[in-house]
Every structure is written in structure tokens, then in C-alpha cells.
């Protein structure tokens, strides 16, 4: 005799038991809690400007304000929140629940570029988005730091190597570098040298950008062939940048270093992040890969 012969042979047991467990069920069912803040991943986008130099008041003015009032007429935002700081902004939008998010990041790349033309044109890069939730945490920090590379190159060595290795590995959402230090050539002018030569700082900014360009030379041409001019003219040390003529007093030429200190630094000389550990007791400058 197994257990199903014996609710075979009580038909009139298995059905009590049966409506017994409905009738239980369904009073069980009305008294379960429920979340009153359940748990839900709303689809969020985050976008990021940069604007070196420029504090959060003129940030939030030009660069977050033009881009919140195109993102506010994309269907499904349901909030817009945006932090700026100094030389940068960073913008959250969170989509209603039946909004595709995949259909949401066309229309904030779309609303991207039709910004663009009124944005200020000193941005050095256009503004980029991405498809992760501010509030998921991170599940590994990795400090990268060298005593004998500078900062720059173990930066370069993070974002351009590690970064976008670990961000192909499956499971990984993104990975952000917190400490970032790109390399730059820092050009620190002295205004009293430049006010002994009477020369003004927007001749200094015009002399540095016509000596830096990258553009096509041109083309000679010949009775049998056709030669293409190949000139590089990007400077990319600061050595480079010391010889530069940025104005002519008395027929003398006026070179940069002679009103500035130039030197190779970063981008972002204010804002650093420091590592200390069991071999380094001393906190040192370092680049950190937070992986989410």
C-alpha cells in the first residue's frame, strides 16, 4: 500500500483535505508582509562631461543645465540628477520601469548630439553615457602604484590595459578609475613677466595652440608623380613647448619659457587618491580600478 492508494480509496478525505489547504492557503495569502520599499533596479543611465578649469557654478550653467532640459523631453525620465564639481559634471537619469533601456540610451546619445552645439567649445571631449546603476557597489578595489614609474604612465597603463580587459570579462558591469592622472603639459605663466613685455594671456593661449596643431600640409605636384606633404606638428613634452615664440618686443623673439614655468604634469593636479598598505606605510599616489 503506497500513500497515493490511500487517497484513491477516500475520495471523500482527499477532497476535505484539499479544500482545507484552498481555504488555509488563500487566509495565509491575505496576511503575508509585504515591502512597503521592495528591492527594484530602475533603468539608469549615467552621463559625464568634463570641463577643465571651470568651477561647479560655471559647470552646472553651461554644460549640466543645456544637457538636463534636452534629456527632460526624452519619453519614460522619471528623475534627473546631477552633480557638478570642479571641471566636471556627472548626470543620473532613472527611466520608469516598462521603458526599454536599451531604446533609452538611443534617445540620451541622440539628445548628446543635439546638445553639442551648445555646449562650450573648450570641452575637450563631447559628453559620455553608460548603462549602470549608481547604487550597485563595487565588489573589488584595485590600487595600482609605482616607485619608479611616474603616475601618468601607470594611469595610462590602467585605462587603456587593465580597465577594458576587466570590463570584457563576464559578469563585469563597468569598471571606474578613481585617481585618474592623463599626462599634460602644465604651463604655469608669471604675470609679472608678462606684464614687463606687455604681453597679454590671450597672445600666450594663441601662440601655444597655432604651435600645436595636426592638420593636412598639402600636396606637390610633379610632371610624373604626386607627393603627399607629411609635417607632424603636435608637440608632445614640454621641452617641446619651451621654444615656442608667443610674441616679437623690439624685434626680439619672446619664447614661452622666458614668462612661464612649463613642465610635464597631469591633468587634474588637485584631485588625487592615495594607497596605503602593509608594504607601503606611507600613503602613496595611486590609481584605483573600482570594478562593479
Partial sequence: MNLSELFIKRPITTTLIMLGICVF???AYRLLPVSDLPVVDFPTIQVGA?????SPE???????????KQF???AGVTAINSTSTLGGTNITLQFDLNRNIDAAAQDVQSMIAKTQRVLPPQMPTPPSYQKANPNDQPVILLALLSPMLPIWMVDEYAQSTMAQRISMVNGVAQVNVFGSAKYAVRIDVDPQKLSARAIGIDEVTAAVQNA????????MFGPGKIFTILANGQLQRAPEYRRVVIAYRNGNPVRLDEVANVYDGVVADKQATYFVGPNTPVAARAVTLSIQ
Avoid: H
Fill in 25 to 27: 492557503g488563500t487566509m
Fill in 50 to 54: 568634463n570641463l577643465p578649469g571651470a
Fill in 58 to 68: 560655471t559647470v552646472a550653467s553651461a554644460v549640466a543645465l543645456p544637457l538636463e
Fill in 72 to 74: 527632460s523631453t526624452i
Fill in 212 to 219: 600645436n596643431v595636426n592638420l593636412p600640409t598639402g600636396t
